[in-house]
């Protein structure tokens, strides 16, 4: 099994990286943003949940197939990034939907909370980019002697997901307190609704055009 030192050092590493923004951070505050904070929560269980399916494939070995794959790495890559154009322009779509002074305090809440984790779920397990972390990564933590090191992979696999839920949620919460001085006007809110619809669209733009490799 994995040792302390590898496990704490592995945790410190994934925490110093989580807490940098990058994508997840984006894709987290631009949901809080257009759907509010119970949408946002639910996003970044979604989003983590579906980092998990990653996790597996990297420990059995299948992530480095799809990470060293040009073909299967662009698919994967373009998949996600048009499910982030889609979600950011239905968020502008329906910027105004329930903004009126009397509904705004609870606007923007998603009426199915199943609906937008299944959406966090496709986002997070459609980054490529995780699935190289993933082959790049945990491999130098592990110790073949000690054996299991599919097992070992897994549990730090699981380790990086509960640091990102936690590290994600804290972004979910700051971005729903900005959001709530919005909802006091159905102008602002509208705008901040077509504002982080505007980051979703944004990153998969710049995830499509990403390199191939990364």
Known sequence: MLEAQALIGF???SLALIVIPG??????????????????????VGNELGGLPLVLLVSIGLGGVVAHSAPLFLAVKLLGAAYLVYLGLQAIRHRRAGADPAAVAGAGEPESPWRTLAQGFTVGVTNPKT???FVAVLPQFVDPAAGGVPLQMAVLGVVFTLIALACDACWALMASAARAWFATSPRRLSSMRATGGGLLIGMGATLALAPAKS
């Open 131 to 133: 699935i190289v972390f």
């Open 11 to 13: 945790a410190v590493m």
């Open 23 to 44: 994508p997840s951070v984006l894709f987290v505050i631009g949901r809080t943003l257009a759907l509010g904070r119970r949408g946002g929560l639910l996003s970044v």
